[in-house]
Every structure is written in structure tokens, then in C-alpha cells.
T-cell receptor, first 112, second 113 residues
Framework: GIQVEQSPPDLILQEGANSTLRCNFS?????LQWFHQNPWGQLINLFY???GTKQNGRLSATTVATERYSLLYISSSQTTDSGVYFC??????????????FGTGTRLQVTL | DTAVSQTPKYLVTQMGNDKSIKCEQNLGHDTMYWYKQDSKKFLKIMFSYNNKELIINETVPNRFSPKSPDKAHLNLHINSLELGDSAVYFC????????????FGSGTQLSVL
């Protein structure tokens, strides 16, 4: 099956700093999703991004499907950005039993 | 106005008991899922239903039985609970199968004592 790797595994930032999280995948994909799991455990879908760049406030994501990676940019980080960030991809050839593969996540801590 | 809601949020029970987790979505999605998140935060799919039909049934003990009475509901029943079942269980939904944007419920923290 498809392999999904995220880096870095852990990241500590001071409030106000910028960061880039990376998601590499081993096969062609039709789309990619980024999720944020906050410290209370809630999983929020940040981006659904097959290719190109999308922006949502201080966050933006870029997927380069041909090179099999996606980047999540966090600018002017805030303590509320803390949590775990996951990327997830489906295989490009989707049958009825296909499933999303999740990366192992990047744990982000934003300090004051 | 919660899009995907699951209950209960916390479930503490003794080994050997039977318990259920309920999930409902009001997004009009046709596909619903159960995911298990272990202590290392790894998310693993357990089941997927599309239009009430079971389409993914991962290697999960048959003590776990999903039931989808209609497209908007997917419940999870667990028999004879074991210590190793302790985890967070997430319900999720999407439109158009796995290619669709995935929305998660708030999770059920199951603790088996």
C-alpha cells in the first residue's frame, strides 16, 4: 500500500514564529487532506488539496502531486496551533474497498 | 449544529462488558467510517459504510460489530470488552467515498478497566 511520511515528528515553536510541515507519499494520489488534532482531541479538516496551493488565514498548503509531497505552512504561530497535524491520502486507483492512509503526524507545541 | 456527532464522549467500563457508541451525521454524506486512534496517535480505519453497505472491514476482532440503520447513522457495538480495546474511537463521514473531504466526530475515549 501507499506509504505516508511526515516530518518533522516533533516541533516546538515560540509564538509568532513560522513553520513548514512536510508530507511525503510513495505513490500517485488524487487528493490530499491535512488535519489538525487539537489538545482536546478534536480532529479538524484544514485542507482538501488535490494540487496547487490553498490558503486559510495564517495557514496555507501546497501539494505537488507529481513530486509526491505536500507542505503545510503556519505563519505567525499561536498557542492555539498546538496539537498534532496529520496528512492523509487515498490511492489514485480507488476501488470500493480503498481507504485513506494517514501519516504518523507532526506534534507541534507553540510556547509563549 | 454539529456535523458529525458521536456519543458518549467518555466510556469507562469493566472488562467483559458490552458497550455501544453511536454516531450521526447531518451533512448528507453517503460514506461513514469508524477509526481507532491508539496511544501513539496513530489513526487506523476499522470499518466503512457506503449507503448502508459495508465496504471496508479491516482486521478487527469480530467482537466489534458496526451497524448502519440508514445513511446518516453508523453505530459501533463492542462485545466482551478487553483491556486492549482502550483507545479513542472516531466516527467520520465523507461524500463520494474516500475521495471526499473527511469530517470527524469528536471522538469517544474508551477506557476498559
Amino acid at each position: 500500500g501507499i506509504q505516508v511520511e511526515q516530518s518533522p515528528p516533533d516541533l516546538i515553536l515560540q509564538e509568532g514564529a513560522n513553520s513548514t510541515l512536510r508530507c511525503n507519499f510513495s505513490d500517485s494520489v488524487n487528493n490530499l487532506q491535512w488535519f489538525h488534532q487539537n489538545p482536546w482531541g478534536q480532529l479538524i479538516n484544514l485542507f482538501y488539496i488535490p494540487s496547487g496551493t490553498k490558503q486559510n488565514g495564517r495557514l496555507s498548503a501546497t501539494t505537488v502531486a507529481t513530486e509526491r509531497y505536500s507542505l503545510l505552512y503556519i505563519s505567525s504561530s499561536q498557542t492555539t496551533d498546538s496539537g498534532v497535524y496529520f496528512c492523509a491520502v487515498p490511492p489514485v486507483y480507488t476501488g470500493t474497498a480503498s481507504k485513506l492512509t494517514f501519516g504518523t503526524g507532526t506534534r507541534l507545541q507553540v510556547t509563549l | 449544529d454539529t456535523a458529525v456527532s458521536q456519543t458518549p464522549k467518555y466510556l469507562v467500563t469493566q472488562m467483559g462488558n458490552d458497550k455501544s457508541i453511536k454516531c450521526e451525521q447531518n451533512l448528507g454524506h453517503d460514506t461513514m467510517y469508524w477509526y481507532k486512534q491508539d496511544s501513539k496517535k496513530f489513526l487506523k480505519i476499522m470499518f466503512s459504510y457506503n449507503n448502508k453497505e459495508l465496504i471496508i472491514n479491516e482486521t478487527v476482532p469480530n467482537r466489534f460489530s458496526p451497524k448502519s440503520p440508514d445513511k446518516a447513522h453508523l453505530n459501533l457495538h463492542i462485545n466482551s470488552l478487553e483491556l486492549g480495546d482502550s483507545a479513542v474511537y472516531f466516527c467520520a463521514s465523507s461524500h463520494g467515498g474516500i475521495g471526499g473531504k473527511l469530517f470527524f466526530g469528536s471522538g469517544t475515549q474508551l477506557s476498559v478497566l
